[in-house]
């Protein structure tokens, strides 16, 4: 499946955005609080829900799928999936349409609110066998234990994208591997120092030069991350046709590994796997930028979006080809105006120290 | 060519302008009549199919003036750029000097491609900011936030130290007075 674009009506902190994707490495960033993660999660939850589900339509009683999707996605306030509309849209519903495959071949979700109290939702959907995945910040290796079947159980504060992605976890590896992925998780293994094995509940990177097994909780956080990914592969989560959706890759890696996630992602992209991915990270951005125009490395689609927000207003959103496109980056702005500061404390320094030195 | 403390020397492969000084096409005629407008240093021709090039040079090393700031110099250079390029229109017909003009004149053809900005930057001399890899982190902001500006006219945006400013203008030496 690839997704081509996405338009949303009333929905979150987006009034009305209209959104065009490219097949290959979406980059999306922006200040917090201008919708990345919401835009991810929507993404997301538009390639979740399966086809022959029935609607809800005319039943307004009736907790249904997508909005147990919903309530699990987003963990709005005492259940109220009204929360998840606009605050300003008044009786307008929040409507998402979601355009893929190259057609008019949408799904769409509607959430309206005839009365405050209830909720009327339904679906319009033609939804083809996508296979979406999900990457949250932190890393799930360690409370993977235990975590599937607490959550199943009990009330947890982590969203459902954590519940996904330990489950896509739980399946063991394919007997037959796809050569270019296996090249893919060679290259990660080789910054994990060994390979992933799966013991019951629990995860170890098996050393490649022999050396004793570490298990999860006893590996950096970002290491961890990188044999979450191995794993995900190695048991065909992530295949040709996937869509991978990864909120902030970057946390906890060390900026050494940074360029390798950037290569990775476009590699994924050339297998045919179509990434999305928030960001606040310099050197993420830089590298995959500096690969879109210098056309290095595996050439994929590389398109950047800029989400940003005057106040509560609603979110814009800018998109470019390369970093150069797009006027708003708070990245590349905040790492000006560091060095605004420290010219500033430099002179004042200067100056103080050295009285002849200062100004000309 | 002196600017700011430093003495550029280009060679014969190029046809250069120290585009804003007194008494040029700049200074006599567009600045006096439009203003405020800015230019860049010098205007360089190459020889051959290698793009025209207009190049801007800052040295913070001995100090910065009060007014000026280290966010707002990528503005300033791609103001300069974007003056300049109206300049190169007019020069190309108003010039007073032939040889100016004669210029101005192949530098409007070569605008047939897009054009080279290069962007010397000397920053300040601390021992901060003298750490190489400090300077090099420094000098990627500037060229994003080039590039970002200039983003309407080209996206050969360089900026060079006295380390490396060979790789993107042969033919040149630089030299501090």
Known sequence: ?360 | MRECNLDFVFGRSWKVLKYDENGGFYKTKMAKNVSPTKAVDFLCVPQGNQPLLLMEAKDFSLGVRSQEKFNNVPMAVAIKARDTVAGIVGGSHCASDAGDRAIFTESRRKLDTPPRVVFFFSDLGTRLRREPRRAMQQRDVIMKKLKQHLSWLTRDVAVVGMDDYGSFVPDLTIRVV
């Open chain 1, 1 to 360: 499946m690839t997704i081509n674009g996405i338009k949303i009506d009333n929905f979150t902190v987006f009034k009305r955005a209209e959104i065009a994707f490219c097949p290959g490495v979406n980059v999306i960033i922006g200040a917090n609080g201008t919708g990345k993660s919401h835009l991810l999660k929507l993404l997301y939850a538009m390639t979740q829900w399966a086809s022959g589900r029935p609607s809800n339509k005319g039943n307004r009683q009736m907790i249904g799928p997508v909005e147990l999707l919903f309530l699990g996605l987003f963990k709005p306030e005492d259940a109220d999936l009204t929360l998840l509309i606009r605050e300003q849209s008044g009786n307008a519903p929040a409507e998402v349409d979601l355009h893929a495959d190259g057609r008019d071949y949408c799904s769409r979700i509607h959430l309206d609110t005839p009365f405050w109290s209830e909720i009327d939702s339904s679906i319009i959907w033609q939804r083809p066998n996508a296979k979406g995945i999900f990457i949250p910040p932190n890393e799930v290796l360690a409370i993977y234990p235990g975590f599937t079947a607490s959550y199943e159980k009990r009330e947890l504060a982590f969203d459902q994208t954590y519940y996904d992605v330990c489950k896509a976890l739980s399946a063991l590896p394919l007997k037959n591997k796809n050569v270019v992925l296996s090249r893919l998780v060679l290259g990660l293994e080789d910054i994990l120092g060994g390979s992933v094995v799966q013991k019951g509940e629990r995860f170890y990177v098996k050393s490649k030069k022999g050396e004793r097994s570490l298990e999860a909780h006893l590996l950096a956080e970002g290491h961890r991350k990188i044999a979450t990914l191995v794993h995900l592969i190695n048991n065909g989560s992530i295949d040709k046709g996937t869509v991978l959706f990864w909120d902030e890759p970057e946390s906890n890696l060390n900026p050494r590994l940074i360029r390798h996630i950037a290569l990775f992602l476009r590699e994924l992209a050339n297998f045919g796997v179509q990434v999305f991915v928030t960001t606040h990270d310099y050197l993420l951005i830089g590298e995959l930028s500096m690969a879109a125009e210098y056309k290095t490395g595996p050439e994929v689609p590389i398109r950047f979006l800029a989400m940003s927000r005057q106040g509560d207003g609603p979110v814009q959103i800018q998109s470019g080809y390369t970093l150069a496109d797009l006027q708003d980056n708070p990245i590349l702005d905040e790492f000006a105006e560091h060095y605004q500061r420290e010219q500033d404390a430099s002179l004042k320094f200067v100056a103080e120290k050295r009285p002849s030195y200062a100004g000309m």
